[in-house]
């Protein structure tokens, strides 16, 4: 089982960029497709994003405007956000899964980091 730990929220205004980072342990990170999620206070977890062989994101919201990529000799999965807008705020979470397919429903993954907290202040 690989081992996620996210790093790198904080509380930035709106217009903003953060990166945020996934770094794995415990089992070669390149044979994982790694998912982003987030959450807002009262509402359900929404998918963002992954990697595999590509990258694939969501919705409309963050097209254009969040960027994931890879770096296996480091474990390492970021989630580059540009233009934050206030409701870009939520928990974000990275996810695994052994293979590289397509997956979107967190029921899809099986590893799951502890979440960082994303602020976007108007």
């Known amino acids: 089982q690989v081992q996620l730990v996210e790093s790198g929220g904080g509380l930035v205004q709106a217009g903003d960029s953060l990166s945020v980072s996934c770094a794995a342990s415990g089992r070669p990170f390149s044979s994982y497709r790694v998912g982003w999620f987030r959450q807002a206070p009262g509402k359900e977890r929404e998918y963002v994003g992954s990697?595999?062989?590509?990258?694939?994101y969501d919705s409309n919201s963050v097209k254009g405007r969040f960027t994931i990529s890879r770096d296996n000799a480091k474990n390492t999965v970021y989630l580059q956000m540009d233009s934050l807008k206030p409701e870009d705020t939520a928990v974000y979470y990275c996810?695994?899964?052994?293979?590289?397919?397509?997956?979107?429903?967190?029921?899809?993954?099986?590893?799951w980091g502890q979440g960082t907290q994303v602020t976007v202040s108007s």
């Open positions: 996810a695994a899964r052994f293979g590289l397919s397509l997956a979107t429903m967190a029921s899809d993954y099986d590893a």
């Open positions: 990697i595999g062989y590509g990258t694939t």
